[in-house]
């Protein structure tokens, strides 16, 4: 009997924490690119409150692509870690798991504590120099 109350009990705990997960991803609303032959590169602004972050994502899109109302309607549906880079490379996993872009950057500056930092992803082999080069300086 004890191992059978254990197993459920272990189970109910697995449980708690898979709803957890699933409410904890907020998903990332996505629209059809209308321009998916050619390299365009978008840049979403957006912010964090808590805690105070400035979030900007640059990306060259394939066949999806995100507006700003949606980048920062995800925003203010996640939990933000407290440390920037964990929440940039949160940021990267999902904008890379729903865009499948061709090329994302993330950065995550937090202003009160002048912590900033940037991660990248993109697709193997693709590669762009004139749209790489307008990107800013880090």
């Not at 692509?65 to 933000?80: E, F, N, R």
């Amino acid at each position: 009997m004890t191992e059978r109350s254990d197993l459920i009990e272990k189970l109910a705990q697995d449980a708690e924490i898979a709803r957890e997960k699933l409410a904890d991803d907020a998903p990332i609303r996505t629209d059809e690119n209308p321009l998916p032959r050619i390299d365009v590169l978008c840049r979403l602004n957006a912010s964090i409150h808590n805690p105070p972050a400035t979030v900007t994502v640059y990306f060259v899109p394939d066949r999806r692509t995100v507006q700003a109302t949606g980048l920062q309607a995800y925003l203010d549906t996640i939990k933000a870690p407290s440390r920037p880079a964990v929440l940039a490379a949160r940021i990267l996993a999902d904008l890379s798991n729903e865009l499948v872009p061709r090329f994302v950057q993330v950065r995550v500056e937090c202003g009160n504590e002048g912590d900033s930092v940037l991660v990248e992803d993109r697709r193997p082999k693709w590669d762009n120099p004139a749209i790489l080069s307008r990107l800013p300086d880090f």
